[in-house]
């Protein structure tokens, strides 16, 4: 190996550098026996993130506007509280919320396919603190969905 080869698998990072010594990792999902593209595959960290955009500029907007009556300040606070609401109530009724429906994910428990309402409270807990949803397995999971055992597949 030169000078290039050992800068370049840095730059990588440890997958590239393990995948070119010849492991194979295989596709996100595959683990769980989903598919690797369509319809119940894993959803992609972009439709993930603008879901999450979606819902959240809701709650902003119905903790302005219901709640507060635009007191800008405790604004912030009520919306989590309403994303808390609704995420825990709309996942563990209907599988999804509406950024999640607007984007064509769906949230599933990983052994049943339908989402245990006590199953939904503990995601939504998890991601409203936010860190959990920051820590990802190999398979695009966010330690919120590994710890409530599910998983946010494509419509």
């Known amino acids: ?10 730059l990588s990072g440890p997958r590239a550098a393990a995948e ?8 996100r999902g595959e683990q769980l026996g989903l598919p690797e593209e369509g319809p119940g595959s894993v959803a992609r960290p972009g439709r993930r993130m603008g879901a999450l955009a979606v ?15 635009g007191y800008q300040q405790a604004t912030g606070n009520w919306a989590l509280l309403v994303f808390f609401v609704m995420g825990a109530l709309t996942v563990g ?19 049943t396919g339908r989402v245990h ?3 939904a409270l503990l995601r939504t807990a998890l991601l409203c603190l936010a860190v959990p949803a920051l820590i990802w397995d190999r398979d695009g999971r966010g330690l919120h969905d590994r710890l409530a055992r599910t998983v946010e597949v494509r419509i």
């Open 117 to 119: 309402p006590a199953r």
């Open 1 to 10: 190996m030169d000078k290039r080869e050992a800068v370049g698998s840095w």
């Open 93 to 111: 009724t209907l599988g999804f919320t509406p950024g999640k429906r607007l984007l064509g994910l769906r949230v599933v428990g990983q052994d």
């Open 20 to 27: 070119s010594a010849g492991v194979d990792f295989g596709y």
């Open 55 to 69: 819902d959240w500029g809701l709650c902003l907007l119905i903790a302005y506007g219901l709640i507060t009556d």
